[in-house]
């Protein structure tokens, strides 16, 4: 196994200019992968940083993915292995070329000192990086404090210069498979009465009618309360807000003008289309099940 030695990092910079107006998007998965890295940290380190990876377009900044990078903080200067995280990028960066760095995260509910000496490198990788902190010890609070910074360049001309970390607006954004996987890990709070949690500690997926179900229920209970606020805008019982009647009038244009039997029509096709795709899921299950059989057979 290869080692690499520590890269050391000087201290004395000077910060780059940076925008105010970016909006940081973090995705569940990262907030994911930065609690597994402090949790995997080892006994005698107590912040744990690492490298941010998305996009950047119009001033907003999403954060679709992390790695972390080991390294050493000590009184003068901080130590990080740089060849590891270039490393880990590159391979990264095979896979999805879309990801670049965008910025850094570190555990903590506070900018330390050694910050701004981790932030010039980069700065060097990156335009404008971003600074983002987890407060992994949910000390007195039962929520994590989610905090990004910019660094902004400080000082007069020709004389002392300087950086402060100015914080941003930062967001907490999902795609909707990100939303599934959230909803089933937020039904491990609160169990329904006689279920209890599996012998790993979390709970089952549920069968494909059941979610619909589920989805039905829910869908119903959204109705009803759109249903109570327009009979309460209608008698005069609440204010109407503008913007919720023009996202009504948007849902109501986005759905299709059809007949009963042409949705009949619609719904069979997109139905036989799913069995049929469930049906080769399965063969490809079967045969890839059978082929590995076949394989320890011969290699025996």
Avoid at 72 to 78: C, G, I, M, P, T
Avoid at 168 to 191: D, F, H, M, W
Wanted: net charge negative.
């Amino acid at each position: 196994m290869r080692t690499r030695k520590p890269t050391s990092l000087l201290t004395n910079f000077d910060a780059p200019k940076m925008a105010l107006n970016l909006i940081v998007k973090v995705h569940p998965v990262v907030l994911f992968q930065i609690v597994d890295a402090y949790e995997r940290r080892n006994a005698d380190t107590h912040r744990v940083i690492g490298t941010l990876l998305g996009t950047v377009e119009k001033g907003i900044v999403e954060v679709t993915n992390c790695f972390c990078v080991p390294h050493k903080e000590y009184a003068d200067q901080v130590e990080a292995e740089l060849n590891y995280a270039m490393d880990l990028y590159d391979l990264n960066h095979r896979v999805n070329a879309q990801e670049s760095i965008v910025g850094w995260w570190a555990t903590g509910k506070e900018v330390t000192n050694h910050s701004s000496v981790i932030h010039e490198y980069y700065a060097r990788e990156c335009n404008n990086p971003v600074h983002l902190t987890l407060d992994t010890t949910m000390a007195n609070t039962t929520r994590m404090g989610i905090k990004a910074y910019v660094c902004v360049q400080l000082g007069v001309p020709n004389g002392k210069q300087g950086c402060m970390f100015t914080p941003v607006r930062v967001q907490v954004t999902s795609y909707e498979p990100e939303i599934v996987g959230l909803q089933l890990c937020a039904k491990t709070q609160t169990l329904p009465p006689g279920q209890a949690l599996s012998k790993q500690g979390g709970v089952e997926p549920m069968l494909d009618l059941a979610q619909i179900a589920e989805a039905s229920t829910k869908l119903l209970t959204l109705v009803d309360q759109v249903l109570n606020y327009v009979d309460d805008v209608l008698a005069g019982k609440q204010i109407a807000d503008n913007q919720v009647g023009r996202a009504l009038l948007d849902m109501v244009h986005s759905v299709p003008k059809m007949s009963a039997d042409q949705f009949d029509q619609m719904f069979n096709s997109n139905v036989k289309d799913l069995l049929m795709v469930v049906a080769l899921s399965q063969l490809i299950k079967t045969q890839l099940q059978l082929n590995e059989k076949l394989t320890l057979l011969t290699t025996l």
